[in-house]
């Protein structure tokens, strides 16, 4: 893709920066300086803008007796004005139309809601193609599902990943979500990823926003099929306000020079329009701002705000610090970690006072009497190449019978963390590490997770260890859970794993191999790691068959710098055989210590669920994919990855729209969510969709999630290691909502970091063009995936007076030259129709009138195929 005018827009979350807030005459957007609303104080009190709450009383009493919905409350970033929760019945999200209706709730609060009057229902009209009915969508799957490993340069992938398994540019993924249309709507998938293609046109900042035309309040909805009616609410209470309030963003002077709100505050403007505007004091500012306000224009600033009262347009807030230079790795970075209320401060003295003081630290005596000793078995960990939170190891002995001794070893970070300390509450806080493209901010004291815990090779390490007696197919025999002392052989990276698995019969040399202790030798390691593929392709193919969906979605990794940071390049993260081996065995460790500490513990289990797709929108799915002549299948998880597995080619064209529809499948899911068992009484519940078993949790991954050292204590009082956890099902329950809170953030600021790197390399790299399919059409857009890159971009259209789509089809016949047709838009569907009459491959490239220069699309695709249709 590429533009003359392609600008870095970097900041996440909302509309080209420079749009209005405006929304109605009582929005957030009013300008101190509007002549409707300036003075409205002078004479006696204002008027209230926003409803006051309803009392705690009777919010409980309308949510018992069903008058009053609750759910989190998302907010469209590309059109802020629209607002959604989830339906309780699973069918089409309630709206909320504007910022008042809102009520000052932000996205992620978990809100109270009051249903509108029918006649105040959303209308959707049935022609429209712009419709956006389930709020805005935003790629949110369990990590289970989408086989995810946190790219960043030095950080040690997600090994235990999947259920579903979205390739996707995320690390572990849950849901906040925001879900567009599933036929016509398709936001930003590296969101926040700034390469804008936005026309001067859009970034009029004295236009303001209206409403969608596909909205209409026009006609009595009452007279309306109930189809096309949407259920609409306000907020009436915010239950718990999730979102940090802080935001990153720019200063600006008040418009009216001579109002008393000029002298006494600056206005603060969130890149993420999702937040209002905000008043910040003078005196928070830099003390030059108002005699030279150019020369903070493009300086980033935090801020936070402390009060938003009922009769004003504008919250108010404090400053909280000035980051730097907008658009520079770090001030940007540490911008969105403030905003996702990630805690990056280092550890306090209390904390570090909880770890071992005299180094280096040796295992206690004592604990060899209690676990069992492993350090003579060969065992080995696989990882990325620059990973050092090295948690899970993998061992696998022949047996005399044919049969294999198999066994997962995990770093018992349990015993390094007491429970009730200083560290066990700043771990549980923090709740998991956060992984960024250049670095990783740790859920525990780096001393731990890179040290002591860190499964280093030819070093005692306390574990974990789930060991099974497995058949060459996979059938589990003999199980045992226990403590264990291990001495990992060597660090092999996947792609050492990978050239052992296609080199069956060749000794690797040793100098394409890590170092390996001289207990074992590298046939050793070789014939055990090909063992453990030949079982894990077994267990991986049976879970297929007993129903198991894999979505996988490319993802993005990058090269940096050493010296600047700066991104040199990137490139598709590629899942191979030896990801696959270790994801296996990961599955098979969580699945058997959640059947282990269910059975001892039935109201105390802390599991991972994933309820199935949302209904309505995956029967827009399906009426789509019928619509389009596509033989999906989605009655069950394992029919869904069956069709998507089966209806597609290998060639080019096909494996895009592949890509494609897997991202659309995506759109239904929801997230995998922790729980406590005793709290849900439908076992129904406990089971995990994209898996398709009825029990799972996170056992694997205790160095970087807190979920996974809560379970490791369940596991070890289950097996008379020490007393149960001091924790209530409600407390465990609420551990595991905090748990899933953090997991969301830390996977919102992945996508925006990977955004980041990849808008600076766009901007550093110069216009980059390339292949993309359509992805959906709108009335004024049309969306693309960008297949080099896996990222999904919004072309817009109004781009003069006479928008031109310029079709270059391509003979059969090579010796012949391309024939080029230009064809003006007036509605761009009309295209799109024209195209698909045509049964040639074509590559379309938009232009602005009059210019040579490309809009931001090149697509080739095979008309007769199936059409533009994805």
Sequence with gaps: MSHPDCRLNLRPLGTPRGVSSVVGPHGVGASPGDKKSKNKSIRGKKKSIFETYMSKEDISEGLKRGTLIQGVLRINPKKFHEAFIPSPDGDRDIFIDGVVARNRALNGDLVVVKLLPEEQWKVIKPESNDKETEGAYELDLPEELCGSH??????????????????????????????????????????????????????????????????????????????????SAKVVYILEKKHSRAATGFLKLLADKNSELFRKYALFSPSDHRVPRIYVPLKDCPQDFVTRPKDYANTLFICR?????????????????????????????????????????????????????????????????????????????????????????????????????????????????????????????????????????????????????????????LTFSVIWTLTPEGKILCEWFGRTIIRSCTKLSYEHAQSMIESPTEKIPEKELPPISPEHTSEEVHRAVLNLHGIAKELRKQRFVDGALRLDQLKLAFTLDHETGLPQGCHIYEYRDSNKLVEEFMLLANMAVAHKTHRTFPERALLRRHPPPQTK????????????????????????????????????????????????????????????????????????????????????????????????????????????????????????????????????????????????????????????????????????????????????????KKPELTLIWEPEDTEQEPVQQVVTIFSLVEVVLQAETAALKYSAVLKRPGTDGLLGLQDKEEPDAGGPEA
């Design 305 to 461: 705000i402390v009060d938003w009262k009922e009769d004003s347009n504008f919250a108010l807030g404090q400053l909280a610090k000035s980051l730097g230079q907008a658009g520079e790795i770090e001030p940007e970075t540490e911008g969105i970690l403030t905003e996702y209320g990630v805690d990056f401060s280092d550890f306090s003295s209390e904390v570090l006072d909880c770890l071992p003081q005299g180094l280096p630290w040796t295992i206690p005596p004592e604990e060899f009497s209690k676990r069992r000793d492993l350090r003579k078995d060969c065992i080995f960990t696989i990882d990325p190449s620059t990973a050092r939170d090295l948690d899970d190891a993998l061992s696998c002995k022949p047996l005399a019978d044919g049969n294999f001794e198999v066994g997962v070893h995990i770093a018992d970070v349990s015993y390094f963390v007491p429970e009730g300390s200083p560290l066990d509450k700043v771990a549980a806080e923090r709740a998991t590490s956060v992984y960024l493209v250049q670095k990783v901010v740790p859920m525990l004291p780096r001393l731990l997770c890179e040290e002591l815990c860190s499964l280093h090779p030819m070093t005692d390490k």
């Design 150 to 231: 946190p790219l960043q340069q030095s950080v040690k992938g997600c090994n235990d990943s999947p259920d579903v398994i979205i390739e996707a540019q995320f690390d572990d993924s849950d849901s906040e979500d925001g879900h567009g249309n599933t036929q016509n709507v398709l936001v930003d998938g590296v969101k926040k990823l700034s390469v804008c293609v936005h026309d001067k046109g859009k970034e009029n900042s004295d236009t303001p926003v209206t409403k969608d035309e596909s909205t209409s309040m026009s006609q009595d909805p009452r007279a309306l099929p109930e189809k096309s009616l949407q259920r």
């Design 617 to 800: 929108m995956l029967n827009d799915l399906v009426e789509f994919c019928e619509q389009m002549g596509l033989p999906m299948d989605f009655s069950s998880a394992g029919a869904l990855n069956k069709s998507l597995t089966e209806t597609f080619g290998d060639d080019k064209y096909s494996l895009a729209r592949k890509e494609v529809l897997t991202n659309m499948c995506s759109r239904p899911m929801q997230m995998a969510l922790y729980f406590c068992s005793g709290v849900l009484q439908d076992q129904t519940q406990f089971r995990h969709y994209a898996l398709n078993v009825p029990l799972y949790t996170h056992f694997t991954s205790p160095i970087r999630r807190f979920a996974d050292v809560l379970v490791h204590r369940l596991l070890a009082a289950a097996l008379g290691y020490g007393e149960l956890p001091d924790l209530e099902p409600e407390a465990l329950q609420k551990q595991a909502d905090h748990c899933n809170d953090r997991r969301m953030a830390s996977k919102r600021v992945q996508e925006l970091s990977t955004g980041l790197f990849f808008a600076i390399l766009v901007k550093e790299s110069g216009p980059l063009e390339s292949e993309a399919m359509v992805l959906g059409v709108l009335n004024q857009a049309f969306d693309v995936l960008v297949l080099r890159y896996g990222v999904q971009k919004r072309v817009y259209c109004n781009v003069g």
